[in-house]
């Protein structure tokens, strides 16, 4: 059973964290944002929510799980906002079930290593073994401040780090597999609704020549986050929650008319 926080009322927006993270990153956005139903999941493997059944799920699967937790919240259509690993299930959830999608939005976006050679993806599959076989607390200390911007807040170098020291090895081996196998292109070919990216203009790791290549090639709008590095809605959260309220509203504007 698929957990998830929320808080609010009115138009729904679903945010989707990536691959080290969990739904308790988002706590900027569950202070700071107004005037909609905000749900943020925990991915299946992550935080309080069992693994998927398939030991190597693809993206189809996480969507799959998203559809059913939805339903058990009573919401029938949302905006998806993903980040990072997130942004590709957003997408595959996009494409497997449009009518629930108002509006998408891929913030940082990992695109996957699915059109990559063969030893591409086993090496990014490897590296990432590697990782978590560490163990998690050599992971939040070594990593967390890279996916900020320099110079970031204690506190949110913080944040990122306890989301690492929470991952479950099942949930993070499932996602890496996610992350070497699949391709964010594949599922953005048969999702027809309004679409738009953003990304840190530090972001090191999904960098933003990417993320803009990403809005050209289906000719979607593109947001450099200013003073933001890959965890964007942690280090400039004033202004990613601004273009939340853009984006809800505009959701909402389009229901009145």
């Known amino acids: ?43 299946p493997g992550y935080g309080d929510s069992p693994p998927l059944a398939a030991a190597l799920p693809m993206a189809a699967d996480y969507a799959d799980a998203l559809a059913t937790m939805l339903e058990r919240a009573g919401v029938e259509k949302t905006v998806l906002l993903g980040h990072s690993l997130g942004a590709l299930v ?24 699915g059109q990559a050679a063969p030893e591409r993806r086993e090496q990014v599959w490897r590296s990432r073994q590697r990782q978590i076989a560490q163990g998690t607390e050599a992971m939040a200390e070594s990593r967390a401040d890279k996916l900020l911007r320099s110079g ?10 306890a989301g690492m020291r929470r991952l479950r090895p099942e949930g993070y081996l499932a996602a890496a597999w996610l992350l070497a196998n699949e391709d964010i292109h594949r599922w953005l070919a048969d999702w027809r609704g309004p679409l738009e990216v953003w990304c840190g203009e530090q972001d090191a790791i999904t960098p933003p020549e990417n993320a803009h290549a990403l809005a050209l090639r289906w000719r979607a709008p593109y947001l450099s986050i200013p003073q933001a590095g890959h965890a964007s809605y942690l280090d400039n959260e004033r202004f990613f929650n601004q273009q939340i309220a853009r984006v809800i509203k505009e959701a909402s504007d389009e229901c009145t008319h």
């Open 152 to 161: 970031a807040r204690i506190g949110d170098v913080a944040t990122v780090a």
């Open 1 to 43: 059973m698929i957990c998830w926080r929320e808080t609010g009322e009115g138009e729904a927006l679903t945010l989707l964290h990536g691959i080290s993270s969990c739904a308790a990153s988002w706590h900027k956005q569950f202070s700071g944002v107004t005037g909609c139903r905000l749900l943020a999941w925990d991915m």
């Open 90 to 113: 957003a997408c595959a959830f996009a494409a497997v079930y449009p009518k629930r999608v108002k509006r998408l939005v891929l913030a940082d976006p990992a695109q996957g290593y």
